[in-house]
């Protein structure tokens, strides 16, 4: 596990109020999750990383992909997806997977839900997705088109979506 520096980092019960958490798992790419960090505080929507992470969160690239907007990102990062699914209400718990049957605009999002996705490379564990397939989720692609869409775009389609059904709760 690489160190992360703390003045980041919030706690889980600082961000019980945000209208959407955007769940990383094992991210990476720095500039995804600097976009995704964007998006959280563009939002107001807070960050979860799940460790182990491919970068340190003040890498450069990851700074750069954020550029200034750090201090409006409430990120809480978790030490495993272990540790991560014990805080997580299940019933609150939206898993993004290519081959998921159910679609992404078919889910009644309520705020406080979390959007779960996985690493780049892999996605998340077979054995979670297979543990609840009633709260795993998809975003349409043409077939043999391409393995998946990349994540920071995926959450950005996947929140926006969330978001809009929560009629864009605090944005203008």
Known sequence: MTSQPQERLTDWEAVTAAP??????????PPNTGNVSRLCAATGCALHLV?????SIDDRALKRAGLDYWDHVR???HASLEDFLALAPRERLWLFAPRASQRYDRVPYRRGDM??????VTGLPQTLLDAMPDRTVRIPMRPQSVRSINLSTSVGIAAFEALRVLNFPEME
């Not at 959407?20 to 790419?29: A, D, N």
């Not at 460790?51 to 970068?55: R, V």
């Not at 959007?115 to 780049?120: A, D, K, M, P, Q």
């Open 51 to 55: 460790e182990p992470l491919g970068f």
């Open 20 to 29: 959407l958490h955007l769940v990383l798992v094992e991210p990476r790419i």
């Open 115 to 120: 959007l779960v996705f996985g690493t780049e």
């Open 75 to 77: 990120l809480v990062l």
